[in-house]
């Protein structure tokens, strides 16, 4: 019956998330006994009205992380002057959305990773607008991935930890992302003028429900961090065998089952600064404007 309401009124699945929470806030509402419950019930209760009629991010909310019965498989606190290209290599080097990627973006210092973005006069591809992005060489099925970050400041750019297999975008492949799918760890999207203050969850892969053009997204929510662009915070995502769950700072944000299934395939795990397209910085000033992204560490763990 829900299910009918949902497809008439046209909810996103994101809102379709809010308005399911809105239901189990409102039972604890009616059956907690203590004031300090109830009191911190309505707040969510708020946060998630916000969300739908107004679009405005909500805070996690959810169980707090547990790694019990994983192990770290992978971690990079990038403590050296360089890259480790051992086990990272550069992605997409080249013209992207009619700007750039180039290694010459790409910088360890003071135990971080730091992707810049600027517009260069005499770049490796010529004028233009630069960013960078590097993948893991080693690909991963399943666990609990976590970066540790200052998301970039200003217009233009936006700051991303994700997880992307190489066809998700087509039907026959992905199978509805059991042949693999992306995985959106965090997005801190400021390039349409948007404070980036919150990130995002997402999902895309294509084939849903058999579906054979294009490809299918879930939008999971807006979720706020703790001063995201002046503090480190953590993103993860503990990929299971049965779901996605999304974590902030060690709280669950959300989970989802969307498509078809989980991805049954190795992906590769990505970092990167990007640019959605070059009319996002028309309004930039070429001679003054710069942005970071700034890494503390990535970690992987598996069961």
Not at 46 to 72: F, N
Not at 257 to 268: A, H, K, L, P, R
Request: proline residues 1%.
């Amino acid at each position: 019956m829900l299910d009918k309401i949902y497809t008439l009124l046209k909810l996103s699945y994101r809102e379709i998330w809010a308005v399911e929470k809105l239901f189990e806030y409102f039972g604890n509402l009616f059956s907690t006994f203590s004031l300090k419950g109830a009191f911190s019930t309505l707040l969510a209760i708020v946060e998630l009205l916000q969300m739908l009629i107004l679009g405005l991010p909500t805070t996690p909310r959810g169980e707090v992380l547990d790694l019990t019965g994983y192990s770290i498989v992978f971690y990079d606190e990038f403590d050296g002057d360089t890259l480790d290209t051992n086990v990272w290599e550069y992605r997409g080097n080249g013209e992207r959305r009619g700007s750039y990627n180039a290694s010459s973006q790409v910088s360890v210092k003071d135990g971080n990773l730091i992707i810049a973005g600027e517009y260069l006069t005499d770049g490796e591809y010529g004028e233009g607008w630069y960013t960078a992005a590097i993948k893991l060489k080693e690909r991963y099925k399943q666990g609990y991935f976590e970066i540790k970050c200052k998301v970039n400041k200003g217009h233009g750019y936006w700051s991303a930890f994700w997880i992307q297999a190489d066809a998700p975008y087509t039907a026959s492949v992905s199978k509805g992302g059991i042949g693999g799918a992306e995985l959106d760890i965090f997005e801190s999207k400021c390039y349409d003028d948007k404070d980036n203050y919150c990130v995002t969850h997402a999902i895309h892969c294509a084939g849903v429900d058999g579906v054979q053009e294009g490809f299918q997204s879930a939008m999971l929510g807006m979720f706020y961090g703790n001063n995201v662009t002046e503090e480190y915070n953590t993103y993860g995502l503990e990929w299971t065998e049965d779901e996605y769950i999304f974590y902030i700072n060690g709280v669950e944000t959300c989970r989802s089952t969307f498509g078809n299934g989980v991805s049954q395939v190795e992906e590769d795990v990505i970092v990167s600064l990007e640019i959605p397209a070059i009319e996002n910085l028309a309004g930039l000033d070429k001679e003054t404007f710069g942005t970071e992204f700034v890494v503390d560490y990535v970690k992987i763990y598996q069961k």
